[in-house]
């Protein structure tokens, strides 16, 4: 694996969370400095699981759609998870959430809105 980086897969949802949370947060502290932290903080940590996927914690949940998931904070903005799941060659990112959500039902497909 030497020279070459690990394959980062992101879901069209991780793609819409990851943009949904850096605007809320560029909102709520009112400068775009905010966002563009989260951005650069959820790039890292992207790149951190790609190298080490199975650093995360499993998820744990049964059923078939959530074998293998694991999360892990943001870094710098540990109230937001990533769920991934390693995969050849690299990570598939699943979903970017806060973690006082009612994640299992999100994770589950019970909740598509952001």
């Not at 009112?30 to 190298?51: C, I, K, M, N, Q």
């Amino acid at each position: 694996m030497a020279g070459k980086e690990p394959a980062i897969v992101k879901s069209r949802l991780a793609v819409r969370d990851v943009v949904e949370i850096a605007d809320y947060l560029a909102t709520l502290r009112t400068s775009l400095e905010a966002g563009h932290r989260f951005y650069d903080a959820v790039d890292r940590t992207f790149r951190r699981l790609a190298r080490m996927p199975r650093i995360g914690s499993l998820w744990g949940d049964e059923g078939p759609d959530l074998e293998e998931v694991r999360f892990f904070p943001v870094t710098r903005f540990r109230r937001y998870l990533v769920f991934y799941r390693p995969v050849e060659g690299g990570i598939e990112i699943l979903r970017v959430l806060h973690g006082a959500r009612d994640l299992r039902r999100i994770l589950r497909g019970g909740d598509d809105e952001g």
